[in-house]
Each structure stands twice: as structure tokens, then as C-alpha cells.
């Protein structure tokens, strides 16, 4: 981890920033709005992950988003592709490592509300890990006792609220429950899911908010709807609809990631 620490900080050439940005499907194009771009392909940047999703470019994009030094993931790896759920603490620990205090995180998801439809956007208040995995599972520090009852800082969620509003942008807001995926829910497992709780689901996020608490940064989370959940609509879901309409709620997200960086941001 010294070495990436250490050449990411060399490449980042006295930028400090002290927030990052996962981007999920559908905004990654936000990276392109970084002003005085620094690009990284994770290649370049020992044990972070390779995707082999499509929409996820696999880069780091560090630069000013406004007047705000800022690091974007354009990517992630998720624990379908490989069965490690803590696929993500290599790029995690590096982050850290160089003084990023908070992150925010984002996702597409399939919704549980009908009145939340395809195109929605919605502020992660907690989560549900049903999938069972654990990304500390093996860690044997104490620490791996992590406290989960502000794992969503509640001072970044009011922000990304206020800038919802400054933007014009419905934000809507509920529990997201990790499914393992990559095979999509059963009408069953919904039925469960909204009986349990969740208002959305999706297939990544949740080992990355329980390894960021684990290393002390804040966190803050956003999904972007791509679909109704499985038996809430006639068809079969596909990753082809995932892909068609994350750039819908994507752009809505970007806009309310646009006034948050820019007016709404707390200290960090």
C-alpha cells in the first residue's frame, strides 16, 4: 500500500484533497468536469481493482471541481466478479493514506416504490446487508468491531438534501440492500426485502461503506434507479436496461453532485 500511497502522491503533484467520489453507472462522464485533471488508470496504481463491468472505466480523476480539490473513481470492482467482498480496500486504504476524510459513494439500483421509478435518484440513509458477506471478515485488528449507527454521516446527507433543492432535483430517500448478485432478485426475494426494510436494491456500496468506517472516513451515498424490482413490472430485467437508464438519473445526480461540491460541501 506505501508504494501506491507514494506514487499517487508523487502524480498528484501537491493536490490534497479531502473528498472522493465513487462513480457507478451512468456518471461517469462527471470525471470529464474536473478542471486541471490528473488521470490515473488503476493499472497504474498498485492493488486497485480492475472491473470487468462495462460503464466502469476503471481510473482515478483527481483536480478541482469548483474551487474543491477533489478524487473520482471512475469504477469499482464488485464482489460478483471475483467473490471478495473487500475487493475495494486496497484503493480504500490508499485514499485514506493520503488525506481523503470523506467519500461519497454512488450506485444504480433497482427500486422497491413505485412512486421512485426509473430515472429517480435516491440518498442512502442505512442499508441492509443481506447478502451475508463481510469485507473484515479475516482482519484481526479490534477494530473490525465496527459501529454501524452513523454509518451514513449525517452532516454530508443533509448537505446532498440541501443541494437537491439548490438544484432542482427530487432527492428521494430510503434503507439499500445489498444482493450479491450478479443474477438479478427473485419477485420472492423483493416481496422480502420491502417486508424487511429496503427500499432499493443493488449489487455493490455496502463493502465499501463497512471498509471506509473501518479506516475512519465519513460517507455519504447516492443510487441512482434504473428500474422497478423484479414482479413490480412486465419483463425481464437486464443489465442492458441497467446501462440504457442509469445516464437518466446519472445526470440528475450529477447536478446535485455539482452544487454540493461546489456550495453545500461541509469542512472535512
Not at 4 to 17: H, K, V
Not at 162 to 187: C, D, N, Q
Request: one cysteine or more.
Amino acid at each position: 500500500m506505501k508504494e501506491t500511497i507514494d506514487i499517487l502522491i508523487e502524480r498528484l503533484g501537491g493536490l490534497a484533497p479531502r473528498i472522493a467520489i465513487v462513480l457507478g453507472s451512468g456518471l461517469g462522464r462527471l470525471a470529464n468536469e474536473v478542471s486541471k485533471p490528473v488521470r490515473i488508470p488503476y493499472e497504474d496504481l498498485p492493488g486497485f481493482p480492475r472491473s470487468g463491468v462495462t460503464g466502469h472505466a476503471g481510473e482515478l480523476v483527481a483536480g478541482y471541481f469548483g474551487s474543491v480539490p477533489v478524487i473520482m473513481l471512475a469504477g469499482r470492482a464488485h464482489y460478483y466478479e471475483h467473490g471478495n467482498a473487500a475487493a475495494m480496500r486496497p484503493a480504500l486504504e490508499v485514499l485514506a493514506g493520503i488525506g481523503i476524510a470523506a467519500i461519497v459513494l454512488t450506485n444504480a439500483a433497482g427500486s422497491l416504490k413505485a412512486e421512485m421509478p426509473a430515472g429517480s435518484v435516491m440518498l442512502v440513509q442505512d442499508h441492509i446487508n443481506f447478502s451475508g458477506m463481510n469485507p473484515l471478515i479475516g482482519e484481526q485488528a479490534e477494530a473490525r468491531f465496527v459501529g454501524m449507527n452513523e454509518a451514513y454521516d449525517r452532516e454530508l446527507r443533509e448537505a446532498l438534501e440541501r443541494a437537491a433543492i439548490k438544484a432542482g432535483e427530487t432527492l428521494h430517500k430510503g434503507v439499500y440492500m445489498w444482493f450479491s448478485g450478479p443474477s438479478f432478485e427473485t419477485p420472492a426475494e423483493i416481496r422480502m426485502a420491502r417486508i424487511l426494510g429496503a427500499d432499493a436494491v443493488g449489487m455493490s456500496t455496502v463493502p465499501e461503506v463497512i471498509l471506509a468506517r473501518f479506516l475512519g472516513l465519513r460517507v455519504a451515498a447516492c443510487s441512482v434507479i434504473t428500474n422497478l424490482a423484479a414482479g413490480m413490472a412486465a419483463g425481464e430485467l437486464s443489465h442492458e436496461e441497467t446501462k440504457d437508464m442509469a445516464p437518466v438519473g446519472g445526470e440528475k445526480l450529477a447536478r446535485v453532485l455539482r452544487q454540493f461540491l461546489t456550495e453545500e460541501m461541509p469542512d472535512v
